[in-house]
């Protein structure tokens, strides 16, 4: 009982603590990147997406060879790293819903700058900031890799991780406890964020493009200049870190063994094997991923009955119900009896647990859909079918590939479900990473950190895809 205390305590004082500092320290970047445009702002852009899909073992090593922290404050830098630029992206998106008529008739009538952000913009943010924050508690509470790796002791566990311990121990009554003990924490949080996540904030029947101005220190508040870079810094610090770190001849020496079709002594399999069973099982899951999302938003879309509506509510957050690490120990009873391959059992597993995200970003961006433009089509001749390919389709089309660029960076992520399959789904990158950190071998620790983190930043560019 004592341990099951200090646990659940540490979960949520580290929840709180990180979810509090990612929205307070992402606010004022949401609101710079809405009101400026200035150089390099498409590269800034790109990092802090990929920094929202970078897998947590990169995180780690980042955080450690920057920082040097590890226990608490590790931790919650880590957890700053990956989350704060997600808020950044959720409040963006959010900003860009923002009917500007209202502001501009608020400077009309005399409103400076921070009574428009205090009574109009901030009041239209509300609803998604509580949503986020009660998203990000529950991301944090339920973290796995980040604290096992940079905790070690009971005091920096999380449930997932005693879930985990418990099952591998073979205790799966105390697994289940503490499960049941998770259950009772996130599912009154989630009834709470699926009230806020279903409002939006006011639009326009017509978007407007927001005019941006250029920034410039002479002009606008220097503060602004110091406080982001100090933020860039903070967050880019940590990879320029590893890049530094890789400059050597040994990570070169590793990145040519890698193709030599060697068997490698640590895994057991040739190194290049590794690396396209990683992509594409990111890839199949992915476009599984997408395709449910998608699948469920436009039921949602069409749904009438309160009881259907609560139905697909459920069904969006079955998954973090169930958690990443219950996902594995369900998805390992598939590997029983030869029924399905190891593929096939990785490819659902992470389906399972990225579709909420995928239904998320797509869900955004259906909202926007106004039915008049569909009638609009046919009005002037379209077939409904061609209507649906010339208006709806690209509509939602940049929302498809945001969402399947968070699916595929996720699926590179070695999470809770990944650590109970272990081989039951093939080596992937995270796991050959963790062999090669148990074995001492740095050099190929950083090597694969470096392919994962290319992968990760190559996607990320996904987005910013803007429809014309």
């Not at 852009?45 to 899909?53: D, E, N, Q, T």
């Not at 920057?66 to 700053?80: P, V």
């Not at 590893?242 to 060697?262: D, K, M, P």
């Amino acid at each position: 009982m004592h341990d099951a205390v200090v646990v659940f305590s540490f979960a949520i004082l580290q929840a709180l603590l990180s979810t509090t500092l990612s929205i307070l320290l992402a606010l004022p970047i949401a609101h710079f990147f809405y009101r400026f445009d200035f150089p390099l702002k498409r590269l800034f852009v790109a990092l802090a997406s990929m920094l929202c899909i970078m897998p947590t073992k990169i995180v780690v090593l980042c955080i450690t060879l920057f920082y040097g922290a590890t226990g608490f404050t590790g931790i919650i830098l880590a957890h700053l790293m990956l989350n704060l630029p997600f808020v950044l992206y959720i409040i963006g998106t959010t900003y860009e819903k923002i009917d500007t008529t209202l502001l501009w008739l608020a400077a009309d009538l005399g409103a400076t700058p921070w009574r428009c952000y205090k009574d109009i913009i901030f009041p239209l943010l509300r609803p998604s900031i509580v949503s986020i924050a009660l998203l990000l508690f529950l991301l944090h509470f339920s973290s796995f890799s980040i604290p096992l790796l940079l905790g070690g002791e009971l005091q920096h566990n999380t449930p997932e991780i005693m879930m985990y311990q418990w099952y591998n121990n073979g205790n799966n009554f105390l697994a289940l406890g503490y499960w049941v003990l998770r259950l009772l924490i996130i599912l009154p949080l989630f009834i709470i964020h699926n009230r806020f996540s279903v409002q939006g904030v006011k639009i326009s029947s017509l978007p407007k493009p927001v005019p941006r101005e250029i920034y410039s220190p002479r002009k606008y508040s220097i503060w602004w200049f110091v406080y982001c870079g100090a933020i860039a810094v903070a967050l880019v610090g940590p990879i320029v870190a590893l890049l530094y770190r890789a400059f050597s001849r040994e990570v070169f020496s590793f990145f040519g063994s890698i193709f030599g079709g060697v068997v490698d002594a640590t895994l057991g399999i040739v190194v290049y094997h590794v690396i396209i069973n990683s992509v594409l099982l990111a890839v199949v899951s992915g476009i599984g991923s997408v395709l449910l999302g998608f699948l469920i938003g436009s039921l949602e879309m069409r749904m009438k009955s309160k009881v259907g509506n609560a139905l697909i509510s459920f069904f969006t957050v079955f998954a973090f119900i169930v958690g990443s690490v219950g996902c594995g120990i369900i998805f390992a009873g598939l590997s029983y009896g030869k029924f399905f391959s190891s593929f096939a059992i990785g490819v659902l597993a992470h389906m399972f647990l990225n579709y909420a995200f995928a239904y998320r970003i797509i869900r955004a961006q259906l909202v926007l859909y106004h039915n008049d433009l569909h009638k609009t089509a046919q009005t002037c001749g379209a077939t409904l079918k061609k209507a649906v390919w010339t208006v709806a389709l690209p509509f939602v089309f940049p929302a498809l590939c945001r969402a399947f660029c968070v699916s595929f960076g996720l699926s590179l992520t070695e999470v809770g479900a990944g650590a109970v399959l272990q081989g039951k789904i093939g080596l992937t990158l995270p796991m050959a990473i963790r062999m090669y950190r148990k074995a001492g071998n740095e050099v190929a620790v950083i090597g694969l950190s470096l392919i994962l983190l290319g992968l990760a930043f190559g996607v990320a560019y996904g987005f910013m895809y803007k429809d014309a």
